[in-house]
């Protein structure tokens, strides 16, 4: 962002002041500049939220496998008292 600053400011500044001002191409120097950081952070997270769901889909958290171990015991405790039940 202050690369893009540093490139603009002088623009902005020439066509600000003496008798080259303009400012309808301030103006439009300045919506330009906003639209590109607009489109720049719009781009950014994108990907980022696109990274982070590979993440999360791909990796399983600690919480989701103790459940998934959780879920086994359950289970084979279940099957055990069927197998009971049906014995007696």
């Known amino acids: 962002m202050n690369l893009v600053a540093l490139l603009i400011a002088p ?9 080259g ?3 309808p ?4 120097i ?5 639209l590109i950081a607009f489109g720049a952070v719009v781009v ?3 990907r980022a939220s ?4 590979d993440a999360i ?4 958290t600690a919480l989701e496998a103790e459940d998934a171990e959780v ?5 084979k405790v279940k099957d055990e008292a069927a197998k009971a039940s049906i014995e007696d």
Do not use: Q
């Open 71 to 75: 879920v086994k015991e359950a289970d």
């Open 44 to 46: 950014s997270r994108r």
């Open 57 to 60: 889909e791909s990796e399983p």
């Open 30 to 34: 300045a919506v330009v500049a906003l």
């Open 50 to 53: 696109r990274t982070d769901g």
């Open 21 to 23: 001002a303009n400012h």
């Open 25 to 28: 191409v301030r103006i439009l």
């Open 11 to 19: 623009a902005v500044v020439a066509l600000s002041v003496g008798s």
